[in-house]
């Protein structure tokens, strides 16, 4: 059985991702924290047990790891979305 942990928001910065969930969802995402492994930071927002909505990006202040980040991340363009 596959059982659902979380969504994903994915932006081009992590303001793009958190603003875009925060508006369409009329509650603000709270501050998460870094993924040094993939370059990327998030904010996120619980949704029920074990349940939780994710804005990630990469962080422009981390090194680039040596291999794709999560989400295609590293090619992402366009408006955030999940």
Do not use: C
């Not at 709270?30 to 909505?53: E, I, M, R, S």
Request: charged letters at 15%.
């Amino acid at each position: 059985m596959i059982e659902l942990d979380h969504l994903a928001v994915a932006g081009e910065s992590l303001k793009a991702a958190s603003d875009m969930a925060a508006q369409v969802l009329g509650v603000p995402l709270q501050p998460g924290g870094a993924h040094a492994v993939f370059g990327t930071h998030n904010h996120l927002l619980g949704l029920g047990d074990a349940l939780y909505l994710e804005a990630i990006a990469v962080d422009p202040d981390a090194p680039a790891p040596a291999y794709a980040r999560w989400f295609d991340l590293d090619r992402f363009n366009g408006p955030a979305r999940l």
